[in-house]
């Protein structure tokens, strides 16, 4: 071998070792009257073994409920004709006869009933099994002792009629039932799924306005395309949309800018003074339900007393850390409903959620002051937190006096876990986004039975059973009302400020809306130039 | 140089199994449960926790969790299930493909620029393009990759959309070459650097004068007695750094939604997938011995005088 021949050799091998390398294939682009989204990777596309808002801004076009939600958050009948109650704990729901899911297999109540009973089913070990609590038979597909099998698979409170009636019977009256049937969990399943749901998550199929065009294609993206069969009411007015998953929010923003994507529904929070410069028109602003809380462990009993509590409230300046951290966008506390849900009033909370720190040292001082350190809890997951932490740290320095103020950034996955051992020593960044947009969704689970903060009030639990009870939605919002006074007057958690979404389009696309809701951008409405 | 393949390749058995362990270890020594933190904010039920900590075997004892995952691996050829439920097998699969093509790219970018650099500066020590080379090389060595990276992306991107700016869509190779070439401008810099000094030096030394005494043709003389000889560091340097690209490029694959090895390990690590982190650790530890060895039966064919055995 010569010396050139020997060199030649060595690249030869290195070459060699290094080809393992595959091609693959580019999507098509422009002109064919679908969209692409910037989105984030969902866990799963099954309704029911998912809580995540990037599952559901999928699935929500995939699958349509029995309920759908109107663009400011009422439910009207989407695959049912009716949906009627007359004592609010057993349900009648007429299903729209003819409709078809994706593979022509009909819809029929047997498709809801399977589809619950499946997800409820402990054994399943589904994400969102406790949203099916309310129905009759919960507990004995989720028997207390977790070792034991449960004795049915069967949910009793469901009872199939006929193809196109379902009964339902709920364990207590719950007005509240058909916002809960808008909840993406509750869609119903084809006989398909059930023959392997593994195969099901990764190619879904829904009785919605689009269908899956080729399988999820992990972390890279998700294609779906207008269903021709389709008989509701959501008719797309394009053909298709692709879910392009980005691992980083700065990337999938760059990628709108050089008009690679034509929708990203949530622009990074640091790129939004550059994005509505940048945009124009087609910067878009939208309302979430997403609010944030400071909440308190009323098990130790220096944050029991509600003087206290209040005190702390009125000595945060909300707009203050607005402007100092959210560029002044988000919209501040005035409740603990966020505006974007139903039963919100303006100024419910009045003076209390007020920045008022001469009122603030008053109450503070009645309550008896506070002694040892203040521990403030939050997660790692938004580097915001820990910077509106520091200026909560430092009004109640300043206002109140407080100066031995410790931060306890905990890991993100930890952080959850940590809360619901009652782990924390300090008050904590709570937060809560509608899973439906129902003044009951915010209230009974924050605030109801078994609640995180340890608070007990007969009265706040009265109200909100009186209200489940109502028999017409005005009398239902009255009486949450009246329990949201009772919990901001105890002030177990204090409202800070409610979410502001930041979107962005292409010139492209039109008609873009986005809803606070889970049903995230309104896909079908969106319009694209030839 | 067989048996010291052979031998070399049996010497990774230990390796591998101590690498496992020590991965496994760590991944759980993370604090936080991992089957409550998949659920996030929304309320689970216990029986919920139970089946998925059972179905995954996270009630057991640590050591009985690794011996089952090895089990599972040995007697199956199963790396397990994240706890999604989804193959880490097939969620391995499509990652590394992802990263075998950007690591190439970017490995074949500073193979032949930076060799082709090295060799200009280095015949042309002193002058204007040692020191441009020399220069150049300083400042992206200096400048951090996620600057190179934004900077590149923007600039070529999307003010001049040259190149595409994020995403895999428009497949390899035409997807892989500004992530590529910026992932690839740090070694670069390493491989022109090497190859400019080593070239440099052997051109001084006696052999080279000999060659040229005998009336052999410059470019024989730089290129068969020159350069072979100077490529043995070069070549070191190359071989390690295809082992690291081939582990992922966090950083980079980031900035332009590269779905790679590099982003999954650092999720999984943030969600305690323990089954992923070192099912991908562990092929890396494998590519690394393997690359490594590749490298040292290489020394052999650039220099006669190294024998193994």
Same mark, same amino acid.
């Given at each position: 071998?010569?010396?050139?021949?020997?060199?030649?050799?060595?690249?030869?091998?290195?070459l060699?070792?290094?080809?393992?390398?595959?091609?693959?294939?580019?999507?098509?682009?422009?002109?064919?009257?679908?969209?692409?989204?910037?989105h984030?990777?969902?866990?799963?596309?099954?309704?029911?073994?998912?809580?995540?808002?990037?599952?559901?801004?999928?699935?929500?076009?995939?699958?349509?409920?029995?309920?759908?939600?109107?663009?400011d958050?009422?439910?009207?009948? /989407?695959?049912?004709?009716s949906?009627?109650?007359?004592?609010?704990?057993?349900?009648?729901?007429?299903?729209?006869?003819?409709?078809?899911?994706?593979?022509?297999?009909?819809?029929?109540a047997?498709?809801?009933?399977?589809?619950?009973?499946?997800?409820?089913?402990?054994?399943?070990?589904?994400?969102?099994?406790?949203?099916?609590?309310?129905?009759?038979?919960?507990?004995?597909?989720?028997?207390?002792?977790?070792?034991a099998?449960?004795?049915?698979?069967?949910?009793?409170?469901?009872?199939v009629?006929?193809?196109?009636?379902?009964?339902?019977?709920?364990?207590g %009256?719950?007005s509240?039932?058909?916002? +809960?049937?808008?909840?993406?969990?509750?869609?119903? +399943?084809p006989?398909?799924?059930? #023959?392997?749901?593994?195969?099901?998550?990764?190619?879904?199929?829904g009785?919605?306005?689009?269908e899956?065009?080729?399988?999820w294609?992990?972390?890279?993206?998700?294609k779906?395309?207008?269903?021709?069969?389709?008989?509701?009411?959501? #008719?797309?007015?394009?053909?298709?949309?692709?879910?392009?998953s980005?691992?980083?929010?700065?990337?999938?923003?760059?990628?709108?800018?050089?008009?690679? *994507?034509d929708?990203?529904?949530?622009i990074?929070?640091?790129?939004?003074p550059?994005?509505?410069?940048? +945009?124009?028109?087609?910067? *878009?602003?939208?309302?979430?339900?997403?609010?944030?809380?400071?909440?308190?462990?009323?098990?130790?009993?220096?944050?029991?007393? %509600? #003087?206290?509590?209040?005190?702390?409230?009125?000595?945060?300046?909300?707009?203050?850390?607005?402007?100092?951290?959210?560029?002044?966008?988000?919209i501040?506390?005035?409740?603990?409903?966020?505006p974007?849900?139903?039963?919100?009033?303006?100024?419910?909370?009045?003076?209390?959620c007020?920045f008022?720190?001469?009122?603030?040292k008053q109450?503070?001082?009645?309550?008896?002051?506070?002694?040892?350190?203040?521990?403030l809890?939050?997660?790692?997951?938004?580097?915001?937190?820990?910077q509106?932490?520091?200026?909560?740290?430092?009004?109640?320095?300043?206002?109140?006096? *407080?100066?031995?103020?410790?931060?306890?950034?905990?890991?993100?996955?930890?952080?959850f876990?940590? /809360?619901?051992?009652?782990?924390?020593?300090?008050?904590?960044?709570?937060?809560?986004?509608?899973?439906?947009?129902?003044?009951?969704n915010?209230?009974?689970?924050m605030?109801?039975?078994?609640?995180?903060?340890?608070?007990?009030?007969?009265?706040?639990?009265d109200l909100i059973?009186?209200?489940?009870?109502?028999?017409?939605?005005?009398e239902?919002?009255?009486?949450?009302?009246?329990?949201?006074?009772?919990?901001?007057?105890?002030?177990?958690?204090i409202p800070l400020?409610?979410?502001?979404?930041q979107?962005?389009?292409?010139?492209?696309?039109?008609?873009?809306?986005?809803?606070?809701?889970? /049903?995230?951008?309104?896909?079908?409405?969106?319009?694209?130039k030839? | 140089m067989?048996?010291?393949?052979l031998?070399?390749?049996?010497?990774?058995?230990?390796?591998?199994?101590?690498?496992?362990?020590?991965?496994?270890?760590?991944?759980?020594?993370?604090?936080?449960?991992?089957?409550?933190a998949?659920?996030?904010?929304? =309320?689970?039920?216990?029986?919920?926790?139970? @089946?998925?900590?059972?179905?995954?075997?996270?009630?057991?004892?640590?050591?009985e &969790?690794?011996?089952?995952?090895?089990?599972?691996?040995?007697?199956?050829?199963?790396?397990?299930e994240?706890?999604d439920?989804q193959?880490?097998?097939?969620?391995?699969?499509?990652?590394?493909?992802?990263?075998?093509? !950007?690591?190439? @790219?970017a490995?074949?970018?500073? !193979?032949v620029?930076?060799i082709?650099?090295?060799?200009?500066?280095?015949?042309?020590?002193?002058?204007?393009?040692d020191?441009?080379?020399?220069?150049?090389?300083?400042? !992206?060595?200096?400048?951090?990759?996620?600057?190179?990276?934004?900077?590149? &992306?923007?600039?070529?991107?999307?003010?001049?959309?040259?190149?595409?700016?994020?995403?895999v869509?428009?497949?390899? =190779?035409?997807?892989?070459?500004l992530?590529?070439?910026?992932?690839?401008?740090?070694?670069?810099?390493?491989?022109?650097?090497? @190859?400019r000094?080593?070239?440099?030096?052997?051109?001084?030394?006696?052999?080279?004068?000999?060659?040229?005494?005998?009336?052999?043709?410059? @470019?024989?003389?730089?290129?068969?007695?020159?350069?072979?000889?100077? !490529?043995?560091?070069?070549?070191?340097?190359?071989?390690?750094?295809?082992?690291?690209?081939?582990?992922?490029?966090i950083?980079?694959e980031?900035?332009?939604?590269?779905?790679?090895?590099?982003?999954?390990?650092?999720q999984?690590?943030?969600?305690?997938?323990? =089954?992923?982190?070192?099912?991908?650790?562990?092929?890396?530890v494998?590519?690394?011995?393997?690359?490594?060895?590749?490298?040292?039966?290489?020394?052999?064919?650039?220099?006669?005088?190294?024998?193994?055995?």
């Amino acid at each position: 071998m010569t010396g050139l021949g020997r060199t030649a050799a060595a690249a030869a091998v290195l070459l060699a070792v290094t080809t393992g390398a595959t091609a693959c294939g580019g999507g098509g682009k422009s002109g064919d009257g679908t969209f692409t989204m910037g989105h984030s990777e969902p866990d799963h596309l099954t309704p029911g073994n998912t809580t995540s808002s990037y599952s559901f801004d999928v699935i929500t076009n995939l699958f349509d409920n029995i309920e759908g939600l109107t663009k400011d958050g009422k439910p009207y009948p /989407l695959a049912a004709q009716s949906v009627d109650t007359a004592d609010q704990k057993t349900w009648t729901i007429k299903l729209q006869p003819g409709r078809k899911f994706h593979n022509g297999e009909p819809v029929t109540a047997s498709s809801f009933a399977d589809a619950w009973n499946w997800a409820a089913y402990g054994p399943n070990a589904t994400q969102a099994n406790e949203y099916f609590q309310h129905l009759q038979g919960y507990a004995d597909l989720n028997p207390e002792d977790t070792n034991a099998k449960p004795k049915t698979d069967k949910l009793s409170g469901l009872q199939v009629e006929n193809d196109t009636t379902l009964k339902v019977t709920l364990d207590g %009256p719950f007005s509240q039932f058909p916002y +809960l049937l808008t909840y993406p969990a509750y869609a119903p +399943l084809p006989k398909a799924a059930f #023959k392997d749901m593994k195969a099901f998550d990764d190619h879904p199929i829904g009785n919605g306005p689009y269908e899956m065009d080729g399988n999820w294609q992990h972390n890279v993206q998700i294609k779906a395309k207008a269903f021709e069969g389709y008989q509701g009411q959501r #008719k797309p007015h394009n053909k298709g949309i692709t879910w392009k998953s980005y691992s980083s929010a700065d990337t999938a923003y760059t990628d709108l800018r050089a008009g690679r *994507i034509d929708v990203l529904q949530t622009i990074p929070a640091a790129k939004v003074p550059e994005a509505k410069r940048l +945009l124009g028109d087609r910067f *878009i602003a939208h309302k979430k339900s997403t609010i944030d809380y400071l909440a308190f462990p009323l098990w130790d009993s220096r944050y029991a007393n %509600p #003087k206290f509590r209040q005190a702390i409230s009125m000595a945060i300046d909300r707009q203050g850390i607005n402007k100092a951290v959210y560029n002044g966008d988000y919209i501040v506390a005035d409740s603990i409903l966020p505006p974007a849900v139903q039963g919100h009033r303006d100024n419910a909370c009045g003076e209390l959620c007020a920045f008022n720190p001469a009122k603030a040292k008053q109450l503070f001082q009645e309550a008896g002051g506070f002694k040892g350190t203040m521990e403030l809890y939050f997660s790692n997951a938004q580097p915001t937190y820990y910077q509106w932490m520091q200026i909560v740290a430092n009004s109640l320095k300043q206002n109140l006096g *407080i100066t031995d103020v410790q931060f306890r950034q905990i890991p993100a996955s930890d952080y959850f876990s940590l /809360l619901r051992k009652r782990g924390e020593k300090g008050p904590y960044r709570q937060n809560w986004e509608a899973d439906y947009p129902s003044p009951q969704n915010y209230l009974e689970n924050m605030y109801g039975p078994g609640n995180r903060m340890g608070w007990d009030s007969k009265p706040f639990n009265d109200l909100i059973g009186k209200a489940n009870g109502a028999a017409d939605q005005a009398e239902a919002v009255k009486f949450y009302n009246q329990a949201e006074d009772v919990a901001l007057q105890e002030m177990p958690q204090i409202p800070l400020w409610t979410w502001a979404g930041q979107a962005g389009r292409s010139s492209k696309v039109d008609n873009v809306t986005v809803t606070p809701y889970a /049903l995230g951008l309104l896909v079908d409405e969106v319009t694209v130039k030839k | 140089m067989w048996r010291y393949a052979l031998r070399r390749l049996l010497q990774a058995v230990p390796v591998f199994i101590g690498t496992t362990l020590l991965i496994y270890l760590l991944v759980f020594a993370l604090p936080g449960d991992p089957i409550q933190a998949m659920a996030g904010d929304k =309320p689970v039920p216990d029986s919920v926790l139970h @089946t998925l900590r059972e179905r995954y075997n996270l009630n057991d004892p640590l050591l009985e &969790q690794y011996g089952k995952y090895m089990w599972g691996l040995l007697a199956h050829g199963d790396l397990g299930e994240n706890y999604d439920g989804q193959k880490v097998s097939a969620m391995l699969t499509g990652r590394w493909q992802v990263t075998a093509k !950007l690591a190439v @790219t970017a490995w074949a970018f500073e !193979l032949v620029f930076g060799i082709a650099l090295g060799v200009w500066a280095g015949l042309r020590r002193g002058k204007l393009a040692d020191t441009l080379v020399l220069g150049g090389t300083t400042l !992206l060595i200096a400048v951090p990759v996620f600057v190179v990276g934004y900077t590149a &992306q923007i600039l070529l991107g999307v003010k001049w959309p040259i190149f595409p700016s994020a995403g895999v869509d428009d497949g390899w =190779p035409y997807s892989y070459l500004l992530p590529g070439m910026v992932l690839g401008s740090f070694g670069l810099s390493y491989v022109a650097r090497l @190859t400019r000094t080593s070239l440099a030096e052997n051109l001084r030394a006696d052999y080279v004068r000999t060659a040229r005494a005998k009336g052999l043709s410059r @470019t024989r003389v730089v290129v068969r007695h020159g350069l072979r000889n100077s !490529l043995i560091p070069v070549v070191t340097y190359l071989g390690v750094d295809f082992g690291s690209l081939m582990g992922g490029a966090i950083v980079t694959e980031g900035i332009f939604n590269l779905p790679g090895v590099g982003q999954q390990v650092f999720q999984s690590i943030q969600l305690k997938e323990g =089954p992923v982190v070192v099912g991908a650790v562990t092929l890396l530890v494998l590519i690394f011995i393997l690359v490594n060895l590749v490298v040292d039966l290489l020394y052999g064919l650039l220099d006669p005088r190294i024998r193994y055995d």
